[in-house]
């Protein structure tokens, strides 16, 4: 069954405005595997659970061509309306049946998504439209992330641990893959030449206000906001305010820093 979580349209509008750019750390990781085994120039890349296109309209100076995929049509009208370069394109379509030709693919990427996936099906697709030494990079951030600022770091980490201690209720089991640092995924890869590469360590500086809608565009938040609209909302006006207050200051436009942990499977397909 095909999970569907990112549907609404305020949600993935959201998602545009207050999810992260892959890491330099991520796309230099790739790029040197990628090197390693591809001539350039590359022609084909492909990005599966694109969402709001993010991480696909970062791999556009690398290729020729670059096709954004996922199968909510929100994510997609709204990664089409960002600011791209003419080589990018999306499509609506599941990971499970990629509207791809075979063997056509040189680099298929999945940033924060392929825990969403059916994994068999998935990986016998990215078989299926891989050409010969074509490679795969999929990665995720981890829970457990850090709020840094000036002296107060350990304190606004913690406030930013009992929100994912909140949330962790609505969680759907398939986060668990995220928990095993995509443990089961690496090694359903039916290929030799893989690696999966954990403690990746990225800082991302924000305004207080995005890490605020950062945290409602988490695919719990929306659930709980539905399932106790009141409680949710006070939760995260409490959230705010604590964090100003930690902070002395009242703009919630000041900068935090948000240190992440990210696991990268990378792998190429025989020659
Ligand atoms: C957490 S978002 C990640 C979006 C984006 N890649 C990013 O880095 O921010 C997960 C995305 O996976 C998509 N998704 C979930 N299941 C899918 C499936 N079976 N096929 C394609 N996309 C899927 C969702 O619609 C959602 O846009």
New binding site residues.
């Given amino acids: 069954m095909?999970?569907?979580?990112?549907?609404g349209k305020e949600h993935?509008s959201d998602?545009q405005k207050f999810?992260?750019d892959?890491s330099q750390e991520i796309i230099d990781l790739i790029f040197s595997y990628v090197d390693e085994r591809l001539h350039k120039p590359y022609g084909f890349a492909v990005?599966?659970?694109?969402?709001?296109?993010?991480?696909?309209r970062i791999l556009s100076p690398y290729f020729k061509k670059v096709l954004g995929?996922?199968?909510?049509e929100a994510?997609i009208e709204e990664a089409k309306k960002a600011t791209g370069s003419p080589n990018v394109t999306y499509s609506v379509?599941?990971?499970?049946e990629m509207s791809v030709g075979d063997a056509s693919v040189d680099l298929l990427t999945?940033?924060?998504?392929a825990h969403?996936?059916?994994i068999e099906k998935?990986l016998k697709e990215v078989d299926r439209i891989l050409k010969p030494g074509g490679c795969l990079a999929i990665f995720t951030f981890l829970p457990g992330m850090e709020v840094h600022y000036k002296d107060c770091s350990e304190q606004m980490t913690q406030v930013y641990a009992e929100v994912e201690d909140i949330l962790i209720r609505y969680e759907h089991e398939k986060i668990q893959h995220i928990r095993n640092g995509y443990k089961e995924l690496y090694e359903s890869i039916p290929y030799t030449d893989k690696r999966r590469i954990e403690n990746i360590e990225t800082k991302i500086r924000m305004p207080l206000a995005r890490l605020l809608g950062f945290i409602q565009?988490s695919?719990m938040y929306p659930i709980y906001l539905e399932t106790k609209p009141e409680e949710a909302k006070e939760m995260m006006r409490t959230v705010e305010e604590r964090f100003l207050q930690l902070m002395g200051t009242s703009s919630s436009e000041t900068e935090v820093e948000m240190w992440l942990q990210n696991v990268l499977v990378l792998a190429s397909k025989p020659q």
């Fill in positions: 095909v999970i569907r979580q990112f549907e993935a998602y999810r992260f892959t990005d599966v659970g694109c969402g709001t296109g993010q991480n696909t995929m996922d199968i909510s994510q379509c599941p990971a499970e999945s940033s924060i998504a969403w996936f059916n998935f565009t695919p």
